[in-house]
């Protein structure tokens, strides 16, 4: 039988472990009279905003309970190290479109991870190092591909020419000398990749890009024999050729120092990998993972980047389609999602400048939220490659 005395004692130790555990947060709860929802929004809890959203929190769905900032609008003075940028855009697909709710959707599959906690994967917690804000979605046109893609590229811009909240022992890779923010991107279909390296070759130069996805997105645009198109008119750029454009734009590390990670679709033609090859890149095919492992793929994107500023841009159809089958494309045969973060894993301490997570397109995906899921964690091990490596020369 269970005393009312049991039951009191039981609710004192479980508040006092409460207290304990969640710290002053708490304090501020358990010294109101009665509960008071109010509470967590107040101004004097909110004036300690720098601090990540409690744990206890399931409210304002930001990227790993980031806090929320208008990094483009009222708050651009406020100083940070890491902005989570929205894309929400996916008229440049070129099968199932839907990607334009990837944003919303990978935050809402990073509820259950969080910035302070420690991943024990990467042996990192961000907080410690990081301060990292949700800038929350770009506004982005559906109307007109140009206009909203450069859109994306004047809020990232904004974004990257302030200085960051740290500053580093050393001198900074950065051509004018100075510590920029770095922006993690939650995209919208892959073609927001080349507005996004538009933005970090401005600041660092040329970059190597590791570039996860089932498909080489490097196509040269005329080459469509299966898209119906008026002879004589301009190709546009797609979410399969926008890296051809990022080379000819001068924004790729020269001398392939680039590498595609998982590679296993379908080509036009044999010759997709000669131009491959002119773009700038080296292949990984998703059956290394089987024939040399994620150490030899690991050595394979290190060999490749050197010591360059890298950018890494993951696709999620990268990943198999049984972890991750919310996306425009899936092609089976797939990293898993145990090898993704041992490859993470191996890439701590390069100069990871910048980085976004792409095709993710909820609507495909299981009731669970499996796809979402998937896509947070990786974003979670980016920001701690980014909290292991300062931009330092
Ligand atoms: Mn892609």
New binding site residues.
């Given amino acids: 039988m269970f005393s009312i005395t049991a039951l009191r004692s039981f609710v004192a130790l479980s508040i006092s472990l409460a207290t304990a555990i969640r710290g002053q947060e708490w304090s501020v709860y358990a010294e109101s009279p009665g509960l008071n929802a109010a509470v967590p929004f107040s101004s004097s809890v909110l004036s300690t905003f720098k601090e990540p959203w409690s744990r206890e929190s399931y409210g304002l769905p930001t990227f790993a309970a980031a806090p929320p900032l208008r990094c483009i609008g009222v708050d651009s003075e406020t100083p940070y190290d890491v902005a989570v940028l929205g894309s929400p855009f996916d008229t440049t697909t070129s099968y199932r479109p839907g990607a334009r709710f990837g944003p919303n959707g990978i935050r809402q599959g990073s509820r259950r991870i969080h910035i302070a906690s420690v991943n024990i994967n990467m042996k990192s917690r961000i907080a410690d190092d990081l301060d990292v804000v949700d800038c929350g979605d770009v506004p982005m046109v559906y109307t007109d591909n140009k206009v909203a893609l450069r859109q994306l590229e004047a809020a990232n811009k904004m974004i990257l020419d302030h200085t960051s909240l740290r500053t580093y022992e050393g001198k900074s890779i950065a051509k004018d000398g100075k510590f920029h923010p770095r922006v993690l991107t939650l995209g919208g279909?892959?073609t927001i990749t080349w507005p996004l390296l538009r933005g970090v070759s401005e600041i660092y130069g040329p970059v190597s890009v590791i570039?996860f996805?089932?498909?080489l997105?490097t196509k040269k645009p005329g080459s469509m024999p299966n898209s119906p198109w008026n002879p004589g008119e301009e190709i546009p750029v797609s979410?399969?050729s926008y890296f051809y454009f990022a080379h000819k734009e001068g924004l790729l590390a020269p001398d392939n120092k680039n590498i595609h990670v998982g590679i296993r679709s379908a080509m036009t033609s044999w010759g997709d990998y000669v131009n491959d090859y002119e773009v700038g890149f080296v292949v990984s095919h998703a059956e290394e993972m089987e024939e040399i492992g994620w150490r030899g793929v690991v050595k394979k994107i290190r060999d490749t980047v050197g010591d360059n500023p890298v950018y890494i841009?993951l696709?999620i159809?990268a990943i198999d389609p049984g972890s991750a089958p919310a996306t425009g494309?899936p092609e089976i045969g797939g990293i898993t999602t145990r090898e993704i973060k041992k490859i993470m894993q191996g890439l701590v301490g390069l100069k990871v400048v910048g980085a976004d997570i792409?095709?993710v397109a909820p609507g495909y995906d299981a009731q669970s939220e499996l796809t979402q899921i998937v896509a947070a964690n990786i974003g979670w091990d980016i920001l701690a490659l980014m909290a292991k490596s300062p931009l330092v020369e």
């Fill in positions: 279909d892959h570039h996805d089932s498909h997105d979410h399969g841009t696709d159809d494309t792409v095709e």
